[in-house]
């Protein structure tokens, strides 16, 4: 289970707080994604980088933001801005090339507003 | 947009039995498509994936079908065991990004 971690395993916020979210991978991906997971809603992308010091927004972007300043990391922060963050979180990193290649997942942090 | 259509979104079989999840996509220029098994509580992990230049890829009791024209491909799992129980999410690749477009899931359920 090495190569990409994700710490906290479970993180409690009160409303109105930010928290970053942690997803370090030592694969030497050059992209990685964070995804969200919600209950019969699969995986939904939030942010995306293929190369350091760039990134893109996915489909649910607002209400969170990234970095992207080593290879190795990719924080993920939930601002107060976000009004239902309650979810499951995964970070995914990938080789870059001329084709896909699979992505690997990490073991995900578990996020609760209370 | 870009979209994945995943089918059914339970499946309960017996044990021994064939199960079959079904996905379409929109987006005709996606080249890649994996298919991914989540336990409950565990991070996905891909058991197997197809590229659009072939129609069928086996690996041992697990097969994946595409069809390119009609934009759909599929997961077939055959003598099914209990240990085969979880969630399994398709994916399609973007032809306009490089990110996947992920299906709503499926909640296959082996019984004994």
């Known amino acids: 289970d090495g190569g990409i971690t994700q710490s906290p395993k479970y993180l409690f916020r009160k409303e109105g707080q930010n928290v970053t979210l942690s997803c370090e991978q030592n694969?030497?991906?050059?992209?990685m994604y964070w995804y969200r997971q919600d209950p019969g809603q699969g995986l939904r992308l939030i942010y995306y980088?293929?190369?350091?010091?760039?990134?893109q927004k996915g489909d649910i972007a607002e209400g969170y933001s990234v970095s992207r300043e080593k290879k190795e990391s990719f924080p993920l922060t939930v601002t107060s801005a976000q009004k239902n963050p309650t979810a499951f979180y995964l970070c995914?990193?990938?080789?870059?090339?001329?084709?896909?290649?699979?992505?690997?997942f990490g073991p995900g942090t578990r996020l609760t507003v209370l | 947009g870009e979209n994945v259509e995943q089918h059914p979104s339970t499946l309960s079989v017996q044990e021994g039995d064939s199960a079959v999840i079904k996905c379409t996509y929109s987006?005709?220029?996606?080249?890649?498509f994996p298919w991914y098994k989540q336990e409950l509580g565990k991070r996905p992990q891909l058991i197997i994936d197809?590229?659009?230049?072939?129609g069928e890829k086996k690996d041992q009791r697990i097969a994946v079908t595409l069809n390119k024209t009609a934009k759909h491909f599929s997961l077939h799992i055959t003598e099914t065991q209990p240990e085969d129980s979880a969630v399994y999410f398709c994916?399609?690749?973007?032809?306009?990004?490089?990110?996947?477009?992920f299906g709503t899931g499926t909640l296959l359920a082996v019984q004994p």
């Open positions: 995914a990193s990938t080789s870059s090339g001329r084709y896909y290649n699979e992505q690997f």
């Open positions: 694969l030497n991906h050059d992209a």
């Open positions: 980088s293929q190369i350091v010091n760039d990134f």
């Open positions: 987006d005709s220029a996606s080249n890649y």
């Open positions: 197809i590229r659009s230049n072939v």
């Open positions: 994916a399609a690749s973007s032809g306009a990004t490089n990110k996947l477009i």
